[in-house]
Structures are given as structure tokens and as C-alpha cells.
């Protein structure tokens, strides 16, 4: 069975692996292996040169505390709306599936998948919101302080800095004379 492809089809496909002779090694974007001896690849399950380091086969037992539905919403971004029509078919999955990432598919117009891979659905990500909006008003700028103030925004003149060393010497005289 010929599966076609849109041009840069931007979707996530999902298949269901049967039991039967295919066996596919358990790969996922967290932790990719190299095909198993025994296993076949993920190009020759789907009948064409696909990327496999875009491509996840995994236990459906394996993300079972949230759910397949909910994985797909969460690790692919395919908004839960997209799924609905499938809803009963995801839920009722178990054994293995393979979960197909649109980067793998580059260059592909199709797909020839084995016998033993049954297609569940294609899903679009969600989209970007590219909405402008507008920024928040930008901060007035502050005038530079002057060289001669200080941080407390007072000017130091030369009065006030001859009083402090008068003060200073005076107290410095009596600590000497107490001593």
C-alpha cells in the first residue's frame, strides 16, 4: 500500500506496529539506539529513505501515566482538537507504535510501509501565533548625573568637604590626648 506525502508535509504520522515478523528496535528522541541485530530499520519498515533520528518506536505501555493522546499533545505539539476524530483508535493502541516526525520525511513524495504497520492518523502541529502585538511602552531615560554629585544627588562643595576634615583632625587630637 502506497502511503503518499503532501510536499514538506508538515504533519505527525502515527502507525501501529502488529505482531508479525517486523520487529523494530525502541528508539526515542531522549535516547536513540542503532538497530538491533534481529530488528529491521525504520527505512525499510516505511519503504523509503527516511531520517530515522527523527522517527520514535516505542511501547504504548511506555508513556502510559499520560497517555498517547497526551504525549503526542505534549512531545509533538499536535493540538488535542486535531486528534479527536481519532480519539477511540489512540486510546485503544497497545504493543508498539511508531511515531513518524515530519524532519524525517525531507524529500519524500511516499511512503511503501510494510503489512504489518497500520496507519492511526497524520496530525498538524500547532501553529505559531505570529500575531503583532504591541510592545509595552518603552522606560523614559534618566539624565546622566553630573560629575560633581553624589549618590545621594547632592553636590559637594568645597565648604562641606573642609568641614569634614576639620571634624576628622579635632576628633583625631582627642583620641591622641586621651590616650
Known sequence: MTFPLEPRDPRIHVFSISDGSLRLAH????????????????????????GADHVEVFAVRDVAPMGLRSYLAQAHD????????????LDALSGDVLVVAPRALDGLAALEP???????????????????????????PRPAAAPEETVAGKPLDRTRIL???????VLAGLLFALL
Do not use: Q
Open 78 to 89: 499536535v493540538p488535542p482538537a486535531a486528534m479527536e476524530g481519532d480519539a477511540g483508535r
Open 114 to 140: 510494510r503489512p504489518e504497520l497500520t496507519h492511526i492518523g497524520s496530525y498538524a502541529p500547532a501553529e505559531a501565533d505570529t500575531t503583532p502585538r504591541d510592545l509595552p511602552p518603552a522606560a523614559e
Open 163 to 169: 568641614w569634614i576634615v576639620v571634624a576628622a583632625l
Open 27 to 50: 528508539r526515542t528522541y531522549l535516547s536513540p539506539v542503532e538497530e538491533a541485530p534481529g530488528t529491521a530499520s525504520v527505512s525499510d519498515a516505511l519503504g523509503a529513505p527516511v
